[in-house]
């Protein structure tokens, strides 16, 4: 700690920071544009600059710019010195000479930091009276537009998207006042942070460009703190909403999770709630193959207990993309004997243990911002920029943090960005990546290894042994992968804070044992090791925390008439098993509802059709992969804009249907209630309770505002369908409003925030008001409770280890390989990530190409028992032979470790066509697809 003096005043700050860091945190203003939290200092903009004196008896002291100059202790500066004020108020004119004009039709205004800063100085004249420098904009995507028109050169955009993300397309030409940045020319920015670019840029260089179709002012829109659905990490964000419809997501802080940052899935990947063919009212066929008709709720609510109370026995499919809350429900519903988890055993069993060895491996589960600080990283099976992208930027970090520590040595401060690189090159801490194709982290990885998934699980399973030889051996290993192997073991021996990545990406249950086997290793030597576990779904470790029986038992129940009803719940069947089974299955069952905010193949089967709310319409709470408990709350009330709409959570319908069923008044149900029985019911889940404040929750007796101050035209909204406007919704499940009237400020902390704003900060650097410290976590703590907790005990080794993995003449193994744009089941419906989806191929080890006579776009067929698909060839080097990459989306996700048989497409007879069933056979061996 340090003592500072600002303007005659003492405070004890961190003297690690900055002064501009160190004032900020103390609640003071001084403007800045160049310096990130996140990303610290470079000194290119000079607009923080203070009046430092050299002690208390000098008067005149000398400008210095507070971003790189220390907060040592005793420090002596002044703010409000009038020559500091002056120089500020010069550079903001100098940054303004070539800005334009174009503050009412930029997208940028009412949240843009220039604008903050400019009223912040005191310039509210141009005295510029000459020609601007114009630049040509650029073409960067679906996902960013460019205005580089507005840049005022603080080299923020391009810090963040290679220094900090690990870009290599975006950059800085040009020199001196000449400077553009943007791609060498016109095309998609590759980084798949890019998004994070319209929040990073001070300015409007940079904009939104989902959002730029259906624009709204920030003051205008309407929002609610929610979680990330798109994957199983839980970054938080703020939705906003407009005239019934999201227009933008913004990330939304917290000091755990995500920070600063979002990935472009979680940022643009919302489309599917606009989406115009959504189901919005109940609807049902009597007959499957005739036209639906709409119903009212009583009707649909009617129907949906005449079909259940007249069953023999109903099953519940629940969903890991649904809330504990609506699965909870259905199971309810249906009793615990008929409840299913809508998951594929094969991928359930992979989930049951990664939650035993999240409580049994004896090492914690880090946070993701903990994983920032881990010195050696080993990751088996995980492609994690695709699998789990927000933790991927992590393991870049901890990459880069050895140049934190080199520099520590010589006493350059973290803060100073520039010295710290130029200091650190490219010298990282050791990451180690063991994955079937190259993976979004290999150019910070000290080695990458090409393997199949049981040849990864040996690897690992010898890693463990070579730290501990108690640990199982693995037999017949290759001389040179057990040479690797000790590498490893050395370089996560050798760290202070060594970490293991692995998950379920591959459907390996080996991989994951022998994750768990090395963080038990590491956990007798240290204290100070993690066990990092990714699972795929937003709500994965709750579901299995919640249990019931696998996808696979539900629907052989259904074909085999053991029971004749089924609910669906928020879950498209044909995503996880083959076209047949489920068709069977639901073909067979003389009753089906579902439950969904889509239309998916699953729904066009039911019966009875119950339109769900999506993540923007309810309230509910979803288990990360961390297992932190976490609350998303209703964004707006869809009846208020489309009042035909009869959209109702999940759980809300089916209290509803099991309260018919059971012939009793429909009681009123609230959030809270259903989120409390839930917690009494799976002594697993007892803390969702405590995941955020109740319903109850007072702010100086008001409740929190959903709605900025300036909130505009809801007089408006409705006039075309009646010029008498209604009162806003009430609601009684969340202590939110659905106005303005109610608290918005950062005096009181709290964990709950609906979005940044503090007086003159409308840009999202108002987060920093509501922290403790600036970079530092939420004043009332980071949102959510953790469930998972390692027990103390001496656990025993996994000792199942794999045979290698041998290739077939005969067939390719299946590798379902993730992909952030395009491989989850809800974001691939919004046009955008639709847009940025590299187009499907399947990838094949330049070796197996050459021996089937297949170039590089060929069309070929893949065959298997799950599915067939027809695409072009993309062929990689490196690729591990014997094996074929299926992009995540095109197959069932259990396909991984099916034998595929693959031939080439063609429109006519083809002698030189390769078929390798066929081949096997003609050699006398057995061809199994």
Known sequence: MATIHVDGQAYEVDGADNLLQACLSLGLDIPYFCWHPAMGSVGACRQCAVKQYKDEDDTKGMLVMSCMAPAKDDTRISIDDDEAREFRESVIEWLMINHPHDCPVCEEGGHCHLQDMTVMTGHDRRRYRFRKRTHRNQYLGPFIGHEMNRCITCYRCVRFYRDYAGGEDLGAFGANDNIYFGRHQDGVLENEFSGNLTEVCPTGVFTDRTHSEQYTRKWDLQFAPSVCHQCAVGCNTSPGERYGDIRRIENRYHGEVNRYFLCDRGRFGYGYVNRVDRPRLPEWRSERDE?????????????????????????????????????????????????STGIVAAEQACLERMLRLNRESGVTTPTPRDIERHDAVLVLGEDLIQSAARLGLAVRQAALARREGLAAERDIPAWNAEAVKTLGQDRYHPVFIAYPTRTGLDDVSAASWRLAADDIARLGFAVAHAIDATAPGVADLDPALN??????????????????????????????????????????????????????????????????????????????????????????????????QVDQALTTAESVIVLDHQRT??????????????????????????????????????????????????????????????????????????????????????????????????????????????????????????????????????????????????FQPRQEVAFAWAPGWNSPQAWN???????????????GVRLLAPQPGDHDYAHEVPVGFTPRDDALQVAVLPRLFGGEETSSRAAPIEARAVAAALTLAAGDAERLALKEGSHVQLM????????????????????????????????????????????????????????????????RP
């Open 769 to 783: 008001k509501f922290t403790d410290e600036i970079g530092g976590h939420l004043s009332a703590g980071d949102p």
């Open 601 to 746: 193949a699953t729904w066009s089967h039911a019966h009875l059709g119950l339109p769900a709310a999506s993540f923007a319409e309810g309230d509910g709470t979803l288990v990360n992969l961390e297992g932190r408990a976490q609350r998303f709350y209703q964004v707006f009330d869809p009846r208020y804009i489309r009042p035909e709409t009869r959209i109702h959570e999940s759980w809300r319908w089916l209290h509803a249907i099991e309260a018919g069923v059971e012939r009793r008044e429909v009681s009123d149900i609230t959030f809270d209630d259903v989120t409390r029985v839930c917690s009494e019911r799976h002594p697993a889940l007892a803390g969702i309770v405590e995941a955020a404040p109740g319903a109850d929750y007072r702010v100086h007796g008001l409740k929190l505002a959903r709605e900025p101050q300036r909130y505009s035209g809801r007089t408006a909204m409705r006039a075309h369908l009646d010029v008498n406007e209604p009162r806003p919704a009430r609601d009684p499940d969340s202590p939110f409003t659905f106005s303005m009237e109610g608290y918005n400020g950062f």
């Open 291 to 339: 036209a639906p008709m709409t119903l009212e709720v009583d009707a649909a609510l009617d129907r949906g207990t005449d079909l259940l109370r007249t069953a023999r026995r109903v099953i519940g499919i629940g969903s890991p993309r649904a809330s504990l809350e609506s699965n909870h429900q259905l199971r309810e519903l249906v009793g615990e004997a008929n409840f």
């Open 864 to 927: 298997t028992a799950l599915g067939e698909l027809s695409l072009p060839v993309h062929l990689e080097a490196a690729f591990v032979p014997g094996l074929v990459g299926v992009p995540a989306g095109l197959l069932p996700f259990s396909a991984n470790g099916e034998w595929a048989a693959l031939s080439v497409v063609t429109h006519g007879p083809d002698p030189e066509a390769v078929d390798l069933h066929s081949q096997a056979s003609a050699r006398g061996e057995e061809g």
């Open 483 to 580: 040479d690797e192997a000790e590498r490893i073991a050395k370089a996560l021996m050798a760290a202070e804070r060594p970490l293991v990545v692995s998950g379920g990406s591959l459907g390996s249950e080996a991989i994951i044992e022998a994750a768990g086997n090395i963080a038990q290793a590491l956990s007798r030597r240290t204290q100070q090791a993690g066990l990092t576990l990714v699972r795929r779904e937003a709500n994965s470790t709750g579901l299995s925390m919640l249990g019931g029986h696998s996808l696979e038992w539900a629907l052989q129940a259904l074909a085999e008439r053991h029971a004749d009803a089924v609910v669906i719940l928020e879950n498209d069947l044909y995503q996880r098993l083959p076209d047949a």
